[in-house]
Structures are given as C-alpha cells and as structure tokens.
C-alpha cells in the first residue's frame, strides 16, 4: 500500500521523504522548479523543504489559489517565468498543490519547450484521488472548463495525506465526491464502506482504494476512447452547475459540490435510460443530500445549463453525452441525452425535499 | 512519387483530388474546418475548394498572414473560433498555408479539447520540404521562435506543387534554404544536383527529395532526442538572426534567409570544430551567399545575438549546442559551443566579401 504503478509511472503513498529526493537526485533533471498556489506555499511547501533536506537550488512559481488562475493568462506567466529562469528541456516542474495547481502546471510543462517533465503532489483530497492520476492537463476559457489542453503523463504522483490537516473541511468534501463516484461506476462493496465512514476524515485505507479504481480505469484507456469516459458520471451535468455557480455566485461552488449534485441528476437520469434500480436510486440521492445538502437551481437556469452542457468536450455531433449507472458499482457509457431528459432530471433534483445549503 | 509514409500518417504528392476527398468522406469526422491567412485565402482555397467540388459544408477561420501572427493571441482566437463554431472531438482541423499556418494550426489542434484531428495542407515550399513534415507545432513568446508547442502528427500531409505559382520569389528562396541544408546534412549526390539547379523553380523531384530526407530523419527520432537534431544545422545562428531581425528591421529576414546566413556562421564553426574541409566550406558560403546575398551583421548585435540564443531551446545546462557538418553530406549533433566561438562565426561571416542585401 506505498506504490501502485500507472501508463509509465509509479504513484509513491507517503513515502515523499525517500522517493523524491531520490527522484530529484537521480540526474536526469539539470533543474528543477516548484509550482505553488498561495495556500500551498504557506501550508505544503515548508513540508516539502523539510523532506528535502532544506536544499535552495530551484526556483518557485507561485500563483493565485482558485479556478480563477486556471486560464491561459496565468499559463503565460508560468512559461514566461520559465522563460526567465532559463529553464531548459531538461527541467522538471513539480506541482505542489491542488487539481488546479496540477491541472494548469500540467499543461503548462506539457507545451513548454514542447514538453517538459513534471510530476504531482497533490495536496487537496480532490487532487490525490482524481486530478492527479490519468494524465489529464487543462486550462479553462471563458469558463469552459478544461477546454484546451493535453494528455500528458506526469513522471510520477505523491499522495502524502499529511496534507489533508490543513485542507478546509469543505475541500475535503469536495474531494469525497469523488471517491464516492469511484464507488458508484466500479465498486459497490467500496460504496458501502464509504458511505458510512467519517467522510470528513477519510483514511489511508479509503484514499489508496480511490486512486486504485481510477488508476485502473485510465490505464485502461489513457485517450478517453472508450472504458475512462465512465469516470465522467456525474460531470456532464455537473460540470455546468460549476461553470455556471462560477459565473454566477459570489461563493461558488466547488468541484466536488457540482459533481454531487450533478450524480443526483444522472442517478435521475440513470434510473430513467439505463436501469438503475429506484432503490439505488435513493440511496444515491439520500447519501449525496445528507453530506451536500442542496444547491438551489432555479427554473430560469434551465437554458443557461443546457447551452453549457451542449459546449461539452465530450459531445459528438451536437449530441450530449452522458455516462450513466446501470446499478449500484457499475456504469455505462454514451447514452445519449435530450434536451428535455437533461431538464427533466434539473427539475427532478429542484423538487427534492432538503434544507438548502 | 506520390506518396511517402511518415510516423502513422501518409505524406501526398499532387493527388489532392483523389486523397483529400476520400480523407474527409470516410467518415471520421463530424466536421471540418479550415484554416487560412489572408494570402492563402486568395491564392489557395479556391484550388482546393475547386477539388472538394465546391461543397460548402465547413467553417472557414482565417489569420493573418506572417509570423506575427503566431503568437497565444491567435492560437486563442482559433481556439474561441472553435467554440463558437460548436467543434467537436471528432472534428478535423485542416491547417492551409505556410508554415505559420501549419504551426499555428497544429498547435491549436493539438491542445484543443485536448486534441482533435489536422491535417497539412502546406502552400508555401518552406512549409512544403519541412514544416508539414515531422510533426512540431509552435508558437512564439516574446519573439522566442517556437518556445511553446507539442509534438504531435497530423494525420496526412497534402503537398501541391500547383501551389507554388503564386509564391512569391523571395518565399521560393526561403524554402529552396531548407532544401539546401537537406543536401548539406544527409546527401551530397542531392546537394551537388540542387547547387546548379534553377533555384527559383524547384522541380517536382526535387522537392519528393528534400521531403524523403527530412522525413527519413524525423521518423528515425520524432521527439528529437538524437539524430533528428541535425536538422538543426544552420539554425542556433538562424534563429537568433531570425528573432533579432524580427524585432528590430523594417522587412525582417524570411526563415530561409536567416538560416542560410546561420548556415555560413556554422559552416564556419564546422570547420573549425568538426573538421569539415576548407574546401567544402567554401563551396557552402559561396552557394549560399550567391543565392541569398548577404545581410548586415553589425558588432554591436552580437551581445543581443548571443542573448537570444542562450534562450534556445536546444541548450542544455545552459550550453549553446550546434550541429555541426563533418564534411558535405554529414552532420554531426551536440557541438557545445562557445560564447567566443560563436561570436567569432558571425565576425567571419561580417567580413565577407559581397554586396548587401
Ligand atoms: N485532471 C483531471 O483529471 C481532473 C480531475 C478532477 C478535477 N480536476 C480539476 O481540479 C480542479 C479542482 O481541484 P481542487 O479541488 O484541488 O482545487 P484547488 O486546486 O483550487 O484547491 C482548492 C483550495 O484548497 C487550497 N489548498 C490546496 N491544498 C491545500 C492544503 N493542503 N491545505 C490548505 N489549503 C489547500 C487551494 O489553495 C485552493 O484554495 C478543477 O479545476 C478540476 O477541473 C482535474
Ligand atoms: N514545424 C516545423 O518543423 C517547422 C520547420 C521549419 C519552419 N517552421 C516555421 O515555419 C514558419 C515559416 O514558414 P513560411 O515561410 O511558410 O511562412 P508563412 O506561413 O508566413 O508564409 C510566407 C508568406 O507566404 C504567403 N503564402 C503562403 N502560401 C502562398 C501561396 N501559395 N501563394 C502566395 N502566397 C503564399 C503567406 O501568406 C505569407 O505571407 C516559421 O514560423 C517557422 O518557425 C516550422
Ligand atoms: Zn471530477
Ligand atoms: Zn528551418
């Protein structure tokens, strides 16, 4: 439980002392560079120093913290400070922070020089147990989230859970969705566990378990042509509650909040088009409402939702495309969605009963 | 003589007819776009149009022309033109024009949706014997040539000599310097045929050679780990001689007149550090400065020059790295190079004896 293997490289569970400095030293890299958001310089990066013996020989790139710094604008600052700092082919950028820091750093090493290797810390609980793994890098435009980027695989992945101390209680929240959806598309016994532990305070245990079933899935099939579109249950909808929310809301919600409420919406879905049983249903729809509560969604989004869902990468041919339950541990992929069953299940989740959040 | 193939895609000669129409029509794709710049526009798309039968089922995105243009701000405007048309994953990007276009174009391709498909129509003969092929894609940053890109393949090659006819001389010229340095790199039999041809009106043949080698060179090594960097030869010089005049002539230096001048500053370097004959570099400075004049390098450049190529991408640790020839028709990769050594090559080549440009 301190290394499974992925398309090319090892993801390392706490044991950043021996495996990054071994990494760092092995010789390949002439340089190397941190990238940092403003929480993560205060909270993770004096942690990383310390494991690495206090050393002072690379430089830091710090950004904002937020998916507002997930834009081309602040990519063109990370490659104009790499530009700076002569940074060459052989420089090795370490992303020390959330899916937004990994995400943006990704891409960024990923074009720069066209290519450079990098790898991940993640240190939100969304990032170690999804953004981190798979390959994925993005930048949003204009609020299409991950519009551009690239499939590029980082040289390694550090899960330390040492950083879970200092993450609000909300992003911890936010990073249990998905691993709650990991147990919907793949794994019902892991469901039944997850959903009755302390998800506020999620083990080691249950972290490694999340990133084996994402793991295994990406690996499977790094492009996205087939198996990994799965691990979209839940996004189609709820990536537009989370473009909208951020246009939207003075404090909008986070990923793992839309995602919630965007399950609750294909589980509608599912139910209806892939036979998701009602019972499972409403374990989905209990569970997510007791630790999500309600985002109010008003009939007067409607339209604006489904203009963001029909800008959607996954759709083909204008058709929207969405990832459904077939039962409780498993998922079906390309289904398509009309218009009025996407608005139906929006409908459905405003007439919930529940305390809004 | 009417097909090559590269790294998993086919390179096309005059068969534009036959091959595009059954590339678009095959099914793949649910849409297509095409990219041009104001030049192409006019001299290049009714052509094609006239071969696709005049359909008008695609959306047309145009640039300007030149390497101004290949900045993030065009790539951005690609990318929200893209949006706007309501692309999807199974859309196909065909990149008309020049190098500019097939860079830019690919990049933008590359990056989108975290890919979609390209192809090159490539209609200046620079972007005829090496831009289409090989599969780099770029951008420039603050006048760093190609300092942002990927690699990444298009998935067919179209090169018309029809094209051509329209290009204007000094593009002729510019491309006939790549198509030189083919000889010069990988075939001296190929160098001693061109250095008499009519260089102003390449043969068909004679660009099939040019595209054979510098493709024979690429799917040997696509992400230029080795050999591939022999097609560098020329270019530590060319490209800071290509930036600088960039940013401070009124009509800058075309690629190939930059790079012919690199070619004599590392024709220079050659002998001196790889032990090509005296005799065979006089033969390249005569050919070259014959062909392409000679441009004015002023003493007082040089520290801007050398500035400009400690940013190049080719450096390792710092090091200024050339390729250098060994004799006519061979070259050899990773020559470090001097700050001296590299100032010496443009005195030399200041003081040859020829009218200006
Ligand atoms: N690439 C992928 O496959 C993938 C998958 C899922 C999500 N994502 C992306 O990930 C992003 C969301 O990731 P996120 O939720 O990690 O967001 P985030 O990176 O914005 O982090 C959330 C907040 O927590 C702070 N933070 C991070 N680590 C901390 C720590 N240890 N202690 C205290 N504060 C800390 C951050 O500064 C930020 O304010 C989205 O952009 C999403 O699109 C990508
Ligand atoms: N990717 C690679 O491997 C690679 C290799 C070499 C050069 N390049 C890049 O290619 C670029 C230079 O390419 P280029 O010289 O083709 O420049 P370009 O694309 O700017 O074209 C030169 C000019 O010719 C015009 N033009 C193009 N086709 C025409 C036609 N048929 N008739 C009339 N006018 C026409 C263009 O509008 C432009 O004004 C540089 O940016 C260079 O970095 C890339
Ligand atoms: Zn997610
Ligand atoms: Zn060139």
Same sequence: chains 1, 2.
Wanted: charged residues 20%.
């Amino acid at each position: 439980m301190n290394q499974i293997q992925s398309i090319n490289y090892p993801i390392y569970f706490n044991s950043v002392t021996t495996h990054l400095n071994n990494f760092i030293n092995e010789g390949k890299y002439s340089r190397f560079f941190i990238l940092t958001d403003e929480h993560t310089s205060t909270h993770c990066l004096p942690y990383i120093r310390e494991k690495l013996n206090n050393r002072d020989d690379f430089d830091l790139i710090e950004i904002n913290a937020g998916e507002e710094s997930k834009t081309i604008d602040f990519c063109i600052g990370i490659w104009k400070m790499l530009i700076d700092f002569d940074a060459d082919r052989s420089s090795l950028l370490i992303n020390l922070g959330g899916g937004v820091v990994t995400d943006l750093g990704g891409f960024a090493a990923s074009t720069f020089k066209r290519g450079i290797d990098f790898i991940h810390i993640p240190t939100t609980l969304l990032s170690q147990v999804d953004a981190s793994v798979g390959g994925k890098t993005g930048i949003d435009i204009d609020n299409l989230k991950n519009i551009i980027g690239t499939f590029t695989q980082p040289k390694a992945v550090f899960i330390e859970h040492a950083f879970l101390s200092t993450l609000p209680a909300r992003q911890v929240k936010s990073g249990m969705a998905e691993m709650l959806k990991h147990g919907l598309i793949a794994d019902a016994s892991y469901w039944n566990v997850l959903k009755i532990s302390d998800l506020e305070n999620p083990t080691d245990q249950l972290i490694y378990q999340s990133v084996v079933i994402k793991n295994k899935v990406v690996t499977e099939d790094p492009s996205e042509r087939g198996i990994r579109k799965i691990l979209n249950f839940g996004h189609t909808i709820g990536h537009a509650l989370e473009s909208y929310s951020l246009d939207n809301d003075s404090n909008p919600l986070t990923h793992g909040e839309a995602i919630a409420a965007g399950m609750i919406c294909e589980a509608y879905l599912s139910h209806l088009k892939a036979g998701l049983p009602a019972g499972d249903m409403q374990e989905i729809v209990d569970t997510l409402l007791g630790v999500y509560g309600k985002y109010p969604i008003h009939e007067s989004c409607y339209t604006a939702l489904n203009a963001i869902m029909k800008k959607d990468k996954k759709n083909q041919g204008g058709k929207i495309n969405c990832s459904l339950l077939t039962k409780i541990g498993e998922c079906r992929i390309d289904n398509i969605c009309t218009d009025d069953e996407l608005c139906d299940s929006l409908k459905y989740y405003a007439s919930l009963q529940y305390a809004q959040v």
